[in-house]
T-cell receptor, first 113, second 113 residues
C-alpha cells in the first residue's frame, strides 16, 4: 500500500529566511504524481506545487521549489524568502493517474516576524 | 471561475441523527472526491465519483455512510445514525478528469454532540 510520511510535525522559520519541509513516500508504481498542499486556519486546502514522477526536472513555483529524488522516494519542499502568510499546515500528497490522493500527516509551519 | 463550494460550512447535530453534506464541484469537472479530516491529521479518502457512478468507495468507514451524484455534478454525502466519532471536517475535491490535479472546497465541519 502507498504511504506518505512527514517526519516533522512542526517547523519554524524566521521571516525572509528559507525552510525545507521533508516528505518520503512508499510505492511500487513507476508513474505517479506528488503534491504539496497548504492548509491555513481557514481550512481551504490550496495546491502549492505539483510534480510528475516521469519528469526529472524539479518543479518550481515562485518562492516554492521541490527536491524530487525518485530513487530515494523523497519529495521535499523549499520555501524561500518566507512570509508571514506562509504560516499554515503543509501536506505532502501522492496520487496515481486514476486514484485517490493519499496525504501525509502534515507539518505545521510557523513564521517568526 | 468559481471554485469548489460546500454547504453547510458548519453543522452541529446530535448523536443518532441523520445529516447531509453538499458539494458543488468546479463546472465541467467530471471527477469528484470526498475526504474526511480529523483534528491534527491529514485528509483520508472516502469515495470517488467519475461522472454519476462511484468509481471507488473503499474509504467509506461503514454502511452508515453513503454518497450520491445523480446528475454528475453536485454530490451529497449522507451519514445515518451519526456517532461522536464522526466529528471531523469533510472535504470535497474535484478535477477535470482523474489524471488532473484535485481542487478542494473549504470543507464542512461536522460536530456530533
Amino acid at each position: 500500500a502507498q504511504t506518505v510520511t512527514q517526519s516533522q510535525p512542526e517547523m519554524s522559520v524566521q521571516e525572509a529566511e528559507t525552510v525545507t519541509l521533508s516528505c518520503t513516500y512508499d510505492t511500487s508504481e513507476s508513474d505517479y504524481y506528488l503534491f504539496w498542499y497548504k492548509q491555513p486556519p481557514s481550512r481551504q486546502m490550496i495546491l502549492v506545487i505539483r510534480q510528475e514522477a516521469y519528469k526529472q526536472q524539479n518543479a518550481t513555483e515562485n518562492r516554492f521549489s521541490v527536491n524530487f529524488q525518485k530513487a530515494a522516494k523523497s519529495f521535499s519542499l523549499k520555501i524561500s524568502d518566507s512570509q508571514l502568510g506562509d504560516a499554515a499546515m503543509y501536506f505532502c500528497a501522492y496520487k496515481t493517474s486514476y486514484d485517490k490522493v493519499i496525504f501525509g500527516p502534515g507539518t505545521s509551519l510557523s513564521v517568526i516576524p | 471561475g468559481a471554485g469548489v463550494s460546500q454547504t453547510p460550512s458548519n453543522k452541529v447535530t446530535e448523536k443518532g441523527k441523520y445529516v447531509e453534506l453538499r458539494c458543488d464541484p468546479i463546472s465541467g469537472h467530471t471527477a469528484l472526491y470526498w475526504y474526511r479530516q480529523s483534528l491534527g491529521q491529514g485528509p483520508e479518502f472516502l469515495i470517488y465519483f467519475q461522472g454519476t457512478g462511484a468509481a471507488d468507495d473503499s474509504g467509506l468507514p461503514n454502511d452508515r455512510f453513503f454518497a450520491v451524484r445523480p446528475e454528475g455534478s453536485v454530490s451529497t454525502l449522507k451519514i445515518q445514525r451519526t456517532e461522536r466519532g464522526d466529528s471531523a471536517v469533510y472535504l470535497c475535491a474535484s478535477s477535470a478528469n482523474p489524471q488532473e490535479t484535485q481542487y478542494f472546497g473549504p470543507g464542512t465541519r461536522l460536530l456530533v454532540l
